[in-house]
């Protein structure tokens, strides 16, 4: 495959703009418009513009959803959740940071398939976990915890819901749909006979629903939980005035950022697996 500077440049610009754009609609902290920058530049500038597309559906996608009836979910779960809103930079390399990798190494050792599957996975994950986040917290019905089935209040970490599930599908569902068609229209604009690489749609459905699901497994199991003096349940270690909150469970080093860069790994293997399988 090689390196090509140009497109290494040009995934510095769209990557500057795409990011620029985020933090201005306060979805992005400065150091998420950073993480933004190193991630964007990398995943494009060394896989190419099927991956750059994939992680900019990832990035518009969950930002647009994260706008998506902001209040009500503010008054659902947002005390729950480790973090706001505006994704950081520790935000931003654990759901872009291990793809740009995969990218470098991909271009570096020649294009091997099947780091591509492990990008589709991991890429898939993320998307698939944000937007079970998103749109979870909005179910009608209380979501129910993954290892017992216990109803829970809607934010809690390892809660599922049939709309929270479905959601991270259709997450998944998009990367690959951008993954195949990103591949296709290349192969048209290069004048070269068009290959459908359909095992991709799988990879990324099941890799994103299965890391997904990893997501919730951990959260639920061995993610770090703390109590707020009123004695709800969250994942922050702080709370907003400074005060310590009072850890509950889990492993004191296994943060939200941690679970989302593990997870996208489970996914990641899932859909190498579904390549083996299928390609």
Same mark, same amino acid.
Do not use: C
């Given at each position: 495959?090689?390196?090509?500077?140009?497109?290494?440049?040009?995934?510095?610009?769209?990557?500057?703009?795409?990011?620029g754009?985020?933090?201005?609609?306060?979805?992005? &902290?400065?150091?998420?418009?950073?993480g933004?920058?190193?991630?964007?530049?990398?995943?494009?500038?060394?896989?190419g513009?099927?991956?750059?597309?994939?992680?900019?559906?990832?990035?518009?996608?969950?930002?647009?959803?994260?706008?998506?009836?902001? #209040?009500?979910?503010?008054?659902?779960?947002? $005390?729950?959740?480790a973090?706001?809103?505006?994704?950081?930079?520790?935000?931003?390399?654990?759901?872009?940071? +291990?793809?740009?990798?995969?990218?470098?190494l991909y271009?570096?050792?020649?294009?091997? @398939?099947?780091?591509?599957?492990?990008?589709?996975? +991991?890429?898939?994950?993320? &998307?698939?976990? &944000?937007?079970?986040?998103?749109?979870? +917290?909005?179910?009608?019905?209380?979501? #129910?915890?993954?290892?017992?089935?216990k109803?829970?209040?809607?934010?809690?970490?390892?809660?599922?819901?049939?709309?929270?599930?479905?959601?991270?599908?259709?997450?998944?569902?998009?990367?690959?749909?951008?993954?195949?068609?990103?591949?296709?229209?290349?192969?048209?604009?290069?004048?070269?006979?068009?290959?459908?690489?359909?095992?991709?749609?799988?990879?990324?459905?099941?890799?994103?629903l299965?890391?997904s699901?990893?997501?919730?497994?951990?959260?639920?199991?061995?993610?770090?939980?703390?109590?707020?003096?009123?004695? /709800? $349940?969250?994942e /922050?270690?702080?709370? /907003?005035?400074?005060t @310590?909150?009072?850890?509950?469970?889990?492993?004191?080093?296994?943060?939200?950022?941690?679970?989302?860069?593990?997870s996208?790994?489970?996914?990641?293997?899932?859909?190498?697996?579904?390549?083996?399988?299928?390609?």
């Amino acid at each position: 495959m090689g390196v090509d500077v140009s497109q290494i440049g040009l995934g510095l610009l769209l990557s500057t703009a795409i990011g620029g754009l985020a933090y201005w609609r306060q979805s992005l &902290t400065m150091g998420g418009w950073a993480g933004a920058i190193l991630t964007g530049t990398a995943t494009l500038g060394f896989g190419g513009w099927a991956w750059g597309l994939a992680l900019i559906a990832f990035f518009i996608s969950s930002s647009a959803l994260s706008h998506y009836k902001e #209040r009500i979910k503010e008054q659902r779960a947002a $005390e729950k959740f480790a973090k706001g809103g505006r994704r950081d930079l520790a935000q931003a390399l654990a759901n872009g940071g +291990v793809g740009a990798l995969l990218a470098l190494l991909y271009a570096l050792l020649g294009g091997p @398939p099947i780091l591509l599957a492990l990008f589709i996975g +991991v890429m898939a994950t993320v &998307t698939a976990d &944000t937007w079970a986040t998103e749109l979870g +917290v909005l179910s009608p019905h209380r979501p #129910r915890l993954i290892t017992t089935g216990k109803p829970v209040e809607p934010g809690t970490s390892g809660g599922i819901s049939v709309l929270g599930t479905t959601a991270s599908a259709l997450g998944g569902l998009l990367i690959g749909a951008v993954m195949v068609l990103s591949f296709g229209i290349g192969q048209t604009l290069a004048g070269q006979p068009v290959v459908w690489q359909w095992w991709i749609l799988p990879a990324a459905v099941l890799g994103g629903l299965g890391g997904s699901l990893a997501d919730s497994l951990m959260g639920a199991t061995v993610q770090a939980i703390y109590r707020y003096p009123n004695g /709800k $349940e969250t994942e /922050k270690a702080v709370g /907003k005035d400074g005060t @310590p909150n009072t850890f509950v469970r889990g492993w004191r080093w296994m943060n939200n950022d941690m679970v989302n860069l593990q997870s996208s790994l489970v996914g990641g293997l899932i859909a190498v697996l579904v390549f083996l399988a299928l390609a």
